[in-house]
């Protein structure tokens, strides 16, 4: 598989400021770095010229983009830069409270 360019990950994470959520849909969408952590897109968008300049350079220091993705299924995720909670769009399967929400529902 080909590697995005410069070019098309920068255009993602464009993409990603100005629209967080997928559509259609509204599934929520997170900043992937090279370093596995995750960002919310208003950290992005305030640091969008840490991230350029990272991404650009092929620098490790922190803001190196290597995705845009949309946030299926999961445990809460927090922003690498502000710590807010960037829930996924189904949860977390292997969460007790999605099952037992799920047992509920089945009861009801």
């Known amino acids: 598989m080909n590697q995005p360019t410069l070019a098309e990950k920068m255009r993602a994470v464009r993409q ?3 629209e967080p959520y997928a559509w259609p849909g509204g ?28 991404t650009k350079d092929n620098y490790r220091g922190g803001w ?4 845009v993705q949309i946030f299926w299924e999961g445990p809460v995720e927090f922003c690498a830069h502000c710590e807010c909670p960037i829930e996924s769009a189904y949860g977390d399967p292997d969460s007790d409270q999605d099952q037992d929400q799920d047992q509920d529902q089945d009861n009801g």
Do not use: H, M, W
């Not at 969408?29 to 950290?43: E, H, I, P, Y």
């Open 64 to 67: 190196q983009v290597e995705a």
């Open 27 to 54: 599934y929520p969408k997170t900043l992937l770095f090279a370093d596995g952590q995750v960002c919310c897109a208003d950290c992005a968008k305030e640091n969008y010229r840490l991230i350029r300049s990272d």
């Open 16 to 18: 990603f400021i100005r």
